[in-house]
Nanobody
Framework: VQLQASGGGYVQAGGSLRLSCAAS????????IGWFRQAPGQGREFVAA??????NGVYADSARFTIARDNTKNFVTLQMNSLKPEDTGVYYC???????????????????WGQGTEFTVSS
């Protein structure tokens, strides 16, 4: 399974950004897909996740973020609004693995990882 995140860059506080995760392989359509943030010098922090059968995502901050997936295109997006400087970091998309249907907020529970996309929120 290969995952590739994109959409990073620079944005001012209060702005919006949409990240995308493209995946290859059959695991995607039946797997939990999560987004994690890694700030400089920090570990990977859960942001959001969606499963193949979920109509709603699971979030660390549901008021500002929305996750969506398209299983026909092996694609997951993360829409982020009202961005804050503390949202700055490298964002990774990850997959738990084939047949696992329980969302986890722990990075160690995700088997497949993309290379990450970085963005900075300026104050």
């Amino acid at each position: 399974v290969q995952l590739q995140a994109s959409g990073g860059g620079y944005v001012q506080a209060g702005g919006s950004l949409r990240l995308s995760c493209a995946a290859s392989g059959r695991v995607f359509s039946s797997s939990i897909i999560g987004w994690f943030r890694q700030a400089p010098g920090q570990g990977r922090e859960f942001v959001a996740a969606t499963g193949p059968y979920f109509t709603n995502g699971v979030y660390a901050d549901s008021a500002r973020f929305t996750i969506a997936r398209d299983n026909t295109k092996n694609f997951v997006t993360l829409q982020m609004n009202s961005l804050k400087p503390e949202d700055t970091g490298v964002y990774y998309c990850a997959a738990r693995g084939l047949g696992i249907t329980v969302v986890s907020r722990s990075a160690s529970q995700y088997k497949y990882w993309g290379q990450g996309t970085e963005f900075t929120v300026s104050s």
